[in-house]
């Protein structure tokens, strides 16, 4: 599975959007990117995934550059809630497996 | 309404002393995976089951079994822990079909005296 690289701390004002970037330089044509996050005490929660297109659920919007070598995970309007860590994970579609990189904490002030 | 339920949330064992964690789904999902999670640190999978096909990661040690006696209920044993053992334990469980979505528990937290 390819590698990622993700910054290891942001911060965000409560209500403005929080831009979360991932680099997956070595990803191959198979592999989708995923993102969970992962609030204190508590088990990683599904955020949003993608191959190729831009995505956008109720939670968030990915944006995969076209190159597919990094993405940007995006949380519209942050809230204090979102304070947690977030991993940006690719996967090949030929594995149930999670490899967890170290993540970005993310920290969402008043 | 919780679907992946791990009991309990905190446990407290002796050092050397065996040690079963529990973990419960609702989801009929057929694949069920044990994480372990260290302070500061990303979780790392241990192992996981697609239905009764056992898959251990190469880097597990073999102090830590599974047994999944059924679809819903999977546990964890580490047979001898030590201090290097403690740590949070999450269970998921997906689909099973690769590619699907995971579905996390609250994780147990493990200490080891």
């Known amino acids: 599975d390819a590698k990622t690289t993700q910054p290891p701390s942001m911060d965000c004002a409560e209500g403005r959007a929080a831009n979360l970037p991932c680099n997956h330089s070595?990803?191959?044509?198979?592999?989708?990117v995923y993102w969970y996050r992962q609030i204190h005490s508590q088990g990683p929660q599904y955020i949003i995934h993608?191959?190729?297109n831009n995505e956008t659920n109720e939670m968030a919007s990915l944006i995969i550059t076209e190159d597919r070598k990094s993405s940007t995970l995006i949380l519209p309007h942050a809230t204090l809630r979102d304070t947690a860590v977030y991993y940006c994970?690719?996967?090949?579609?030929?594995?149930?497996?999670?490899?967890f990189g170290t993540g970005t904490r993310l920290q969402v002030f008043p | 309404d919780a679907m992946v339920i791990q009991n309990p949330r905190y446990q407290v064992t002796q050092f050397g002393k065996p040690v079963t964690l529990s973990c419960s789904q609702t989801?009929?999902?057929?694949?069920m995976y044990w994480y372990q999670q260290k302070s500061s640190q990303a979780p790392k999978l241990l192992f996981h089951?697609?239905?009764?096909?056992?898959?251990n990661e190469a880097d597990t040690p073999d102090n830590f079994q599974s047994r999944r006696p059924n679809t819903s209920f999977c546990f964890l044993d580490i047979r001898s822990p030590g201090l290097g053992d403690a740590a949070m334990y999450l269970c998921?469980?997906?689909?099973?079909?690769?590619?699907?979505?995971?579905?996390f528990g609250a994780g147990t937290r493990l200490s080891v005296l």
């Open positions: 993608g191959l190729k």
């Open positions: 070595t990803i191959s044509g198979n592999e989708y």
């Open positions: 089951y697609y239905d009764k096909d056992f898959n």
């Open positions: 998921a469980t997906s689909r099973g079909t690769t590619g699907n979505i995971q579905y």
């Open positions: 994970i690719v996967r090949g579609d030929n594995t149930d497996k999670l490899i």
């Open positions: 989801l009929n999902h057929n694949v």
